[in-house]
């Protein structure tokens, strides 16, 4: 049974390029979220999805945004990419209201 | 989400039991106390998670005082891959966002 999954594993952009992320929920859950984790920071929240629509978002500007498809997997998208986006982004799934979040183990972004 | 106040860190031996403190004094009673770990370059890992009672899964024991303002993780018998970064959180709801704050950085010794 896999795990969530997550790619690419690492990028490197330039700033003001735009990115696009990809996760796989585990297998039956159907709530992606995703969180934004800088060197030595806990993880913070960006957004989640479910039904494919947006349900809670943290203090992100715009640029961040996402989508869920119907098979439950997801992207987050960033656009106009300055050097503090520079992170781990990770991606966790549960199943709506009744399990404890899985993590991916994120994609490393380094915008240069 | 109640603002949760950990040691920034501790070691311990290894074989021996490892007890992470956690402060979550405006706790709220809808609010559950979860604990991540999450081991270098990887993603969190869910460990365990309460409410009143105190609860024991295969990774771990978890107690909750009386007046919920306060719980400690226990690793019974810590291992080199226990090393990681413990994050205590407060949430009312399994799948709900998740507000970490810096965690306790636990290094395991042989």
């Known amino acids: 049974d896999a795990g969530v999954t997550q790619s690419p594993t690492h990028l490197i952009k330039t700033r003001g390029q735009q990115v696009t992320l990809r996760c796989s929920p585990k297998?039956?859950?159907?709530?992606v979220s995703w969180y934004q984790q800088a060197l030595g920071q806990g993880p913070q929240f960006i957004f989640q999805?479910?039904?494919?629509?947006?349900?809670q978002r943290g203090n992100f500007p715009d640029r961040f945004s996402g989508h869920q498809f119907p098979n439950y997997s997801s992207e987050l998208n960033v656009n106009a990419l300055l050097l503090g986006d520079s992170a781990l982004y990770l991606c966790?799934?549960?199943?709506?209201?009744?399990?404890?979040?899985?993590f991916g183990n994120g994609t490393r972004l380094t915008v240069t | 989400d109640a603002k949760t106040t950990q040691p920034p860190s501790m070691d311990c031996a290894e074989g021996r039991a490892a007890n992470l403190p956690c402060n979550h004094s405006?706790?709220?009673?809808?609010?559950?106390v979860y604990w991540y770990r999450q081991i270098h370059s990887q993603g969190p890992q869910y460990i365990i998670h309460?409410?009143?009672n105190n609860e024991t899964n295969e990774m771990a024991s978890l107690i909750i005082t009386e007046d919920r303002k306060s719980s400690t993780l226990i690793l019974p018998h810590a291992t080199l891959r226990d090393t990681a970064v413990y994050y205590c959180?407060?949430?009312?709801?399994?799948?709900?966002?998740?507000?970490f704050g810096g965690g306790t950085r636990v290094l395991v010794k042989p």
């Open positions: 966790a799934s549960s199943d709506r209201g009744a399990s404890p979040l899985h």
């Open positions: 297998s039956g859950h159907d709530t």
């Open positions: 999805y479910y039904e494919e629509e947006e349900r």
């Open positions: 405006t706790i709220s009673g809808n609010e559950y």
């Open positions: 309460g409410l009143k």
């Open positions: 959180i407060a949430n009312k709801a399994a799948g709900n966002k998740l507000t």
